[in-house]
């Protein structure tokens, strides 16, 4: 790949076991540069949809039993196909609220202070919705989240060092939390490396893969995670509004859920309408009340696309793709002075990868409309001179440059990367 040339990029598309799957979605004209906020539309997430819908109307209240599947057993049979994507067993997995109400159910049941271990340790970089979700539990048991969230820095702004996080975990830690994949960094943690790290200190540690789940395969039950979260919309192409995903390591099943709701009773008593609670015995435990049927319709085809492709081969794909880029960015770009704020090594990358620059906003919009406009040249003339020279970047300096393997080809990649290149040489002129 050295002589990178468009005839290879070519043949790696004529080449691609994925490339068919790009017509199941509904694209758009230039490089979708959301795949990590919200995934496409395929036509199967709208079948599944549809079709649930007829039942509706066929079944009425009697769907949640004559339905196929039944809604009843829905969130459980959905999450429970997400098994082989994140190495878990699929009475581990269920699906239902959002991955912020899934992890504030999880830090209730898990995030128990005591003695001297009180803090929950998470990182800078973070999500933010983890760290209200985290500070928040923390104030719910009467202590100061200033004082007991620890926070992890990060040495440049945009990575995060494992060995920093686990030198973090010291005998005052009960819980930690981190990300599988940085959100603004693109950067893919070692989560072994880190739940082995907590393992062997006597702490509980929860990840959050939101953008990974579908594009990096994981092995939560191997590494010993306690608990994890993460949305379905992004590479899962779930939609919006779609149910997210709780993970609960059997070990935890004989726990009582600390938010308990009627959907998480045992599902052979749960009509019996008793007043004290006894939880399902399995992740199912930690539902809630009536589960978003219709919005979880449309996972059910389009995690079954992802399944039937393979998350290996997404894998592969994925990081082919972020690869060529990469080369590309060191040939074209980065003389042009954007800074790759992505790890280059591909066992540290997610599925996106992450630029840094003055006039990041404007380069994503002319990706996103696949062509170089003179209001995109404003835009980014008038970013550039906003931005101090030596200032540090921030969120709205980063190029977030997400490459979906479904539905992303070859071509795409090095595309954009002649775009960007096109822009950069255009502001030098
Ligand atoms: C890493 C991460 N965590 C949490 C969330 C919040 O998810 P939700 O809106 O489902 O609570 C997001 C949303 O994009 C996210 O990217």
Redesign the pocket.
């Known amino acids: 790949m050295e002589h990178t040339g468009i005839e290879h990029v070519k043949a790696l598309d004529a080449q691609d076991p994925l490339a068919g799957y790009t017509a199941h979605f509904y694209r758009r004209a230039g490089l979708y540069m959301e795949s990590?906020?919200l995934g496409l539309l395929c036509r199967e997430a709208e079948r599944t949809a549809a079709r649930v819908m007829q039942e509706w109307g066929t079944f009425a209240c009697d769907g949640w039993m004559a339905s196929d599947p039944p809604w009843f057993f829905y969130p459980e049979r959905l999450a429970g196909a997400q098994a082989p994507l994140v190495g878990a067993e699929p009475e581990e997995l269920v699906l239902g609220?959002?991955?912020?109400?899934?992890?504030h159910s999880a830090l209730a049941t898990f995030y128990t202070p005591q003695g001297r271990r009180t803090k929950l340790l998470i990182d800078a970089l973070?999500?933010p919705?983890?760290r209200y979700a985290a500070e928040s539990q923390i104030a719910l048991r009467g202590l100061d989240p200033g004082q007991h969230c620890k926070v992890v820095p990060s040495r440049d702004g945009w990575r995060m060092e494992e060995e920093d996080l686990i030198a973090a975990m010291d005998e005052t830690v009960a819980l930690a939390l981190f990300?599988s994949?940085l959100?603004e960094g693109g950067q893919l943690l070692d989560l072994a490396r880190l739940a082995e790290g907590a393992r062997a200190r006597g702490i509980l540690i929860g990840f959050?893969?939101?953008?990974s789940v579908g594009v990096v395969p994981h092995a939560l039950g191997a590494i010993g995670a306690d608990f994890a979260?993460?949305?379905n919309?992004?590479y899962l192409n779930g939609g919006p509004g779609c149910p997210?995903t709780l993970y609960i390591n059997r070990r935890h099943f004989g726990r009582r859920p600390a938010l308990a709701g009627w959907h998480g009773y045992n599902k052979n008593r749960q009509f019996s309408m008793l007043p004290h609670f006894e939880a399902a015995g399995t992740a199912g435990g930690w539902q809630h009340g009536s589960p978003h049927i219709l919005n979880m319709a449309p996972l059910e085809g389009s995690q079954g696309l992802v399944l039937q492709a393979g998350i290996g081969t997404i894998r592969e794909k994925s990081l082919a793709l972020t690869g060529l880029f990469l080369q590309l960015y060191d040939r074209w770009i980065a003389p042009l002075g954007p800074v790759l704020a992505t790890p280059r090594e591909a066992d540290r990358r997610g599925g996106h990868v992450t630029l840094l620059h003055p006039a990041a906003k404007a380069l994503g919009a002319m990706l996103e409309q696949g062509v170089l406009r003179p209001e995109h040249l404003e835009r980014a003339r008038e970013q550039l001179a906003a931005f101090e020279p030596g200032a540090r970047y921030a969120r709205a300096q980063m190029l977030r440059i997400p490459f979906a393997p479904l539905y992303t080809r070859y071509e795409e990649v090095w595309n954009a990367a002649a775009a960007i290149r096109e822009m950069l040489l255009a502001l030098e002129a």
């Open positions: 990590n906020g609220g959002t991955t912020t109400t899934n992890l973070n999500f919705s983890d990300p994949v959100h959050d893969l939101s953008h979260v993460w949305c919309y992004k997210a």
